[in-house]
């Protein structure tokens, strides 16, 4: 689907009370975005709501899924407030969230325990024994993942050892948008990019890998159906209306994972468009023909038939920042404001970006301010904050293209990537034009498009435009290659120093 670029809030082009509206539902890390747009791509209305993460303990990330439900109600009520009359308008609900994140629903309709986050490292002994057990070649080869505790699989191992209570007989494995969408239509259901994050999703056959989970004492656990992503999941039920202001009966479409439908919304559909998505982390995604085999890039479903992602990312990239924030007591519009006064390579202070103990690549990475003195300021530690976090990008940029991927340019996109100064640091850094899109968060719109898809309706306009950052300053080079050496003498010798 063509998508053109202009800013429709200056449009001259008013809302019609007879316009079909769609809503885009994105039940994100930190919290529930639900926009509204009309199919001409004017953005009506948002409605915002938080959602909070506990890290009680290293290695441990955990949210509350009563709040995944309670923040898209919130969210959904703000929206349609702000709506007034014309929420009457509302032709379709697209949905997505955060993955992968889960909890077990009992068949009675009560969740078990916590919400544990893509963040949570606690299973990275089970990780390990599913590489072994399993094999890691036939792992990526059958569900397009490398095998790291990042996913749904480890953690099922490791509550199935030390709180089994949580997995009772016929309990399913439910994810933040599965969850919402079982309250918003009575329907539980996920989709291929939902599935795919599980580590137990035949990439192939579309189906549940109901043989491994027997083999590893996890059949009595019950999986969702699972749908196209372009599909009406139900229709909103009495309940839900009222308590959302929504018209009853109104289709909701199960979508795709957010960072997916951020790439979809950004129109990252070429093959030499990486697409980067940065909320609380960054997923990297790249359209490619065919899946690749190197284990060091991860596969996932593609919403068009015969297309697929290649997918890298980071764990704390937008969270870092906010982070920081909360840590200096400024806002993130004063910590960037002041690290633009600072050269590149911070008078020498290097950040490394692994705040929640490791990535998904290696579980042993940790965060880290290198190289700190007395001269060093705010606007040095936030500007040391966002050059790390642009080296980490560039090698995982690396290892696409060490898998044969070709990159022209990058798309910028997602809530926590609308700094100008970080996308001109990220083009530098990366030698690659990055096109910044902006003003709305493209994830929100790209479940709105899945959902106008899926209910055949034309949307003829996008509400996004871009602004292009050339790459210029080769000043990073050094301070790099610094980066990489310094990571790599903390993972070698992570066992002296702790995490």
Known sequence: MPLLYFLALRSNKMYRQQDEILIGLDIGTSGVKALAF???????????????????????AEQRPAEWWQASLTALYRLTEQLGRAARGVVGIGLTGQCPTFTCLRPAGKVTGPGLIYQDNRATTQADFLARHLGADAIHQRTGQAVSPFYILPKLLWLNEQQSNWLKAGSVVVQPRDLVGWYLTGRLATDPTHAACTLAYDLSANSWTLDWLSELGLA?????????SCSVLGNLTAEAAVAT????KTPVIIGAADSICAAYGASATTVDALCEVTGTSTCLHLAVSRPISSHAVNIYPHIEPGIWFAEVGL???GCALAW??????????ELLSAAETVEPGAAGLLFLPHLAGGERDEPGRCGAFIGLQLGHTTAHMTRALLEGIAYALRQR?????????????????GGASRSQLWAQIKADVLGKPVKLVEPFDTTAWGAALIAAQTLDIPVTSSPLMHTTFQPGDSRYTPYYERFCHLENLLIVNK?????
């Open 38 to 60: 009309t199919t001409a791509g004017q953005c009506l209305a948002q409605g915002r709501a938080a959602i909070s993460t506990v890290y009680p303990t290293p290695g441990v």
């Open 220 to 228: 009595a656990l019950s999986w969702p159906e699972i749908m196209p």
């Open 397 to 413: 940029v690396t290892l696409l293209e060490a898998a044969g991927c070709n990159i022209s340019h990058v798309i910028s996109c």
């Open 315 to 317: 764990n704390t990239t």
């Open 245 to 248: 202001g929504l018209p009853e």
């Open 495 to 499: 066992d002296k120093i702790g995490n």
């Open 324 to 333: 920081l924030s909360a840590l200096l007591k400024s806002t993130p519009e």
